[in-house]
């Protein structure tokens, strides 16, 4: 009896190996199709990153930037393969051109996914920090289930962060050291994926994603309609127009002799970290100047003038009234705005006036860092 089980053991375990690789070859994908979208390149490294783990395993792989797509309609949707959507995240969400992609993406052909969102990893001595994801994941899954996709994995990726409007870019050796460790973890969760796991860190801050649904909401409007209308070219603009040639969805145009930066503008900071004269600043003395002026001077007189006050105390009462007072007063801010970028754009033809602009303008300091990024891949 002894013999027999001592026997049976390695027949056993072979025969379960095999079973188990069998497994692994029938539930291998064939075929696997990333969409991506990226300002700076972190979420083409990341796309490509993975691209690079399916081919070793023998998987047809594709990369697709879908700014650089003619037509958005039409998508080949390859049947059985493994789809993955990857995008950097803007103010809590998807950026409007991922968005709108996920929404007239064509419906699954028995197709499994996954959702990547890069995010603002950023670093302080020897600890690594993430970023916040918002409803990137949560808006995409719902959308992708709608249409019929198994999700496997929902995925943030703390690659270093572009957002330079905001801080100066973060050293070479801290980018450096962020993409080293968040390379080795997205090949392990690549083979993860492959073998048929799912992953669902995205879900791991639930409860935070939640409470600034708001702001993602409040953030689709503001950064579209205020935060690209912040955006200039100085004196040192040479004119080579590269920002233009490279913009993912081409937003910049020339107006006044100088690049203009219009609405469907995503802030991706591609313009602002390329250009060789870095001549590309963010307002931030404008922006607030415009911000105090609308607010505590141009909203009071339109109300005064269109008895806005009046007309809403007498009509509605309670948090009609508030909720109302509250759009009337972001759309018109937003109007302003956008009125007062297009009088600014005009006035930066005197020198003067330039001069002040850029010497408000915190990224012209030298100290102010661009985020550069080459391929890594
Ligand atoms: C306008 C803007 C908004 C951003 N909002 C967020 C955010 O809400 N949460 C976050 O973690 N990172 C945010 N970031 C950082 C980027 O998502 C992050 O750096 C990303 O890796 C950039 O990817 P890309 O190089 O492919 O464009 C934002 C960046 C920009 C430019």
């Given amino acids: 009896m002894m013999f027999y089980n001592s026997c049976l053991t390695p027949a056993l375990i072979e025969v379960f190996v095999f079973l188990y690789s069998l497994m692994m ?15 700076t390149g972190n979420a083409r490294n990341v796309s490509h990153w993975i691209k690079d783990i399916a081919e070793k395993r023998e998987i047809e792989s594709e990369v697709i930037d879908i700014s650089k797509l003619k037509t958005r309609k039409n998508i080949k949707l ?3 393969a493994l789809i993955g959507f990857c995008s950097p995240t803007h103010g809590f969400n998807f950026p409007p051109i991922m968005f709108h992609f996920l929404l007239r993406f064509p419906r699954s052909k028995n197709n499994s996914c996954f959702i990547m ?18 409803m990137v994941q949560y808006f995409s899954a719902i959308i992708l289930k709608f249409k019929g996709f198994r999700i496997r994995a929902m995925q943030p990726v703390d690659l270093p962060s572009n957002w330079i409007s905001f801080h100066p870019g973060l050293k070479p050796t801290v980018v450096d050291s962020i993409y080293s460790k968040r390379k080795r973890e997205t090949e392990r969760f690549a083979q993860q994926l492959l073998n048929g796991k799912r992953s669902f860190k995205g879900l791991y801050t639930l409860l935070i994603d939640i409470l600034i649904t708001p702001v993602a909401f409040a953030y689709y409007i503001v950064g579209r309609f205020v935060l690209a209308k912040s955006f200039y070219a100085t004196r040192d603009c ?34 602002m ?18 911000y105090f002026l609308i607010k505590f001077y141009l909203l009071v007189k339109i109300y005064d003038l269109l008895q806005i006050n009046s007309i809403l105390e007498k009509c509605f009462s309670g948090w009609l009234n508030n909720t109302l007072r509250f759009f009337i007063n972001a759309s018109f801010i937003i109007l302003l705005f956008i009125i007062s970028y297009r009088v600014f754009h005009y006035f930066l033809k005197f020198k003067l006036f330039e001069r002040l602009v850029v010497y408000t303008s915190l990224t012209r300091w030298k100290f102010w860092r661009r985020y550069k990024i080459e391929n890594r891949y």
């Fill in 78 to 80: 390859p049947k059985d």
């Fill in 238 to 271: 040479t004119m080579c127009k590269l920002c233009i040639q490279k913009c993912p969805i081409q937003a910049i145009k020339i107006v006044d002799d100088r690049p203009f930066w219009t609405y469907t503008c995503e802030s991706c900071m591609q313009c």
């Fill in 117 to 134: 969102n890069t995010r603002a990893g950023m670093k302080a001595g020897k600890i690594f920090l993430p970023g916040l994801s918002g």
């Fill in 273 to 290: 970290n390329i250009c060789p004269e870095r001549a590309i600043e963010t307002a931030h003395g404008f922006v607030f100047a415009a």
């Fill in 25 to 39: 070859k029938i539930m291998e994908y064939k075929k696997l199709v990333i969409y991506y979208f990226s300002g």
